[in-house]
């Protein structure tokens, strides 16, 4: 057990230096700029291997994300109460500023921003993302047509919430300025959620 903890760890930080100097060039060059093999020969790794690990280039900006694609369907499964338990997720990221929420101005997130939705190729894998957090989320809420609408108003709300804190961060506005309004827009969308959706609870727990 060990031994597969040394090997699984050694792979996350194998995962994360390649991530890490893949965006590193992109952000001093721009993305279609950068070659995956100068991004390999600078992460001391052949290109064969890169691929192994990444296999798009794409995949080496999106790496940082990936992690959040199932996040909403993990707090959905285990809870009898999906809708307040991603309600109350979302409202700790904003008061830790998990830059998922869009309400982070530290320089290097708001240039990997840029990055992300700056290059095309990047905004149509961003939308797969989030297309897969959707239907993540609709399985863990049941699968039916129900859930898969229910899920489809979640995850937009979430990401409209965000690009709302991006866009104001963007403008040149304070963490601290724009926390009061993301809070209370954030407790006004999820309001409006449980409104629309009384009976998703129920869904998620016949599933489970």
């Given at each position: 057990m060990e031994e597969m903890g040394l090997r699984e760890r050694k792979k996350r930080r194998m995962y994360q230096d390649v991530s890490d100097t893949a965006v590193r060039?992109?952000?001093?060059?721009?993305?279609?700029?950068?070659?995956?093999?100068?991004?390999?020969?600078?992460?001391?790794?052949?290109?064969?291997?890169?691929?192994?690990?990444?296999?798009?280039?794409?995949?080496?900006?999106?790496?940082r994300?990936?992690?959040?694609?199932?996040?909403?369907?993990?707090?959905?499964?285990?809870t009898?109460?999906?809708?307040?338990?991603l309600r109350r997720n979302f409202l700790d990221g904003l008061e830790r500023c998990d830059p998922v929420t869009g309400l982070n101005d530290h320089p290097q997130v708001l240039a990997f921003h840029t990055l992300l939705y700056g290059t095309p190729a990047l905004v149509a894998?961003?939308?797969?993302?989030?297309?897969?957090?959707?239907?993540?989320?609709?399985?863990?809420?049941?699968?039916?047509?129900?859930?898969?609408?229910?899920?489809g108003q979640i995850i937009a709300v979430q990401r409209i919430l965000a690009q709302e804190n991006w866009r104001r961060i963007a403008a040149g506005e304070g963490v601290e300025q724009v926390r009061p309004d993301a809070v209370r827009a954030a407790e006004q969308a999820f309001g409006r959620l449980a409104a629309g959706l009384p009976g998703l609870a129920g869904q998620a727990s016949e599933s489970q």
């Open positions: 060039l992109f952000l001093e060059r721009g993305f279609d700029a950068v070659s995956v093999a100068e991004v390999a020969a600078a992460a001391g790794i052949s290109k064969p291997t890169l691929f192994r690990y990444f296999p798009t280039k794409e995949d080496l900006v999106l790496h994300i990936a992690d959040h694609e199932t996040e909403a369907a993990r707090l959905a499964a285990g009898a109460e999906p809708l307040d338990a894998r961003v939308y797969r993302h989030l297309e897969r957090s959707e239907e993540a989320l609709a399985e863990a809420l049941g699968g039916s047509l129900d859930a898969r609408l229910a899920a």
